[in-house]
């Protein structure tokens, strides 16, 4: 990175926008989409697009999606590469079936499924070992925002999924802030209190990581992001792209989402 200017790294900073269908869509669901919705977003190449189906998804999904621009991400994985561990999945399975993302640290896996900073940290290094682009996720939930707690968490968060990594590794990674109360809710961030932890999650990673890795690292935001709001909280300066739950579900409402939120 280092023949590049602080001010050229930002410019090739490209907006990423993911779409998260939780345990939404059967296999045959998912492929009508994915036949769907590529025609909708043929041809946009200002903006990263990535689809995060079900796992039983994936693979018939990455047949429709080869060739085009549209990437394909997992919602989770598990950090060893095979053995004794029933019901989950590893980094090499994703690659065989055709990911090239994976959400990590979701606020629905660390308060239903126990997922922890440390686990997170696991994860992250098993998906970059492999070659998979991590979108790690964190955020605080209403009664830490309420009680001021909102830094201390996120930082916790962020210096937790990222230890131990290198500065490119960290550059080429994604961070997905979400305010858990936002998730779901229709409750969005204003852009203004987006760009404010954004911006504090930047400086985590300027501290830790250098001011190249900073400039490089994309950062969406998540929670209740719609095709009418995307533009002014994507307009802020450190919010690269979304992390998108609900407003995916359907091809057209979530190309909207993403034709609204090109640059
Ligand atoms: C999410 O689950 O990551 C999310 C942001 O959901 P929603 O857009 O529905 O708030």
Redesign the pocket.
Known sequence: MAEYTLKEIIMQRKRIIAG?F?MNKTASEAVEYAKAFLPLVKGIDDVEIVLCPPSTCLQPMSVVLEGSAVGLGAQNLYWKDSGAFTGEISAPMLLDAGCGYVIIG?SERRAYFGETDQTVNEKVKAALGHGLTPIICVGEVLEERESGETEAVVDRQVRGGLAGLSSDQVASLVIAY?PVW???TGKTATPQMAQEVHHFIRGIVAADFGAEAAAAVRIQY????KADNVAELISQPDIDGG?????CLTPDGFATLITNGRP
């Open positions: 998260n939780k979701h979400e936002a998730i779901g998540g929670g209740s992001m992390l998108v739950g609900g407003a």
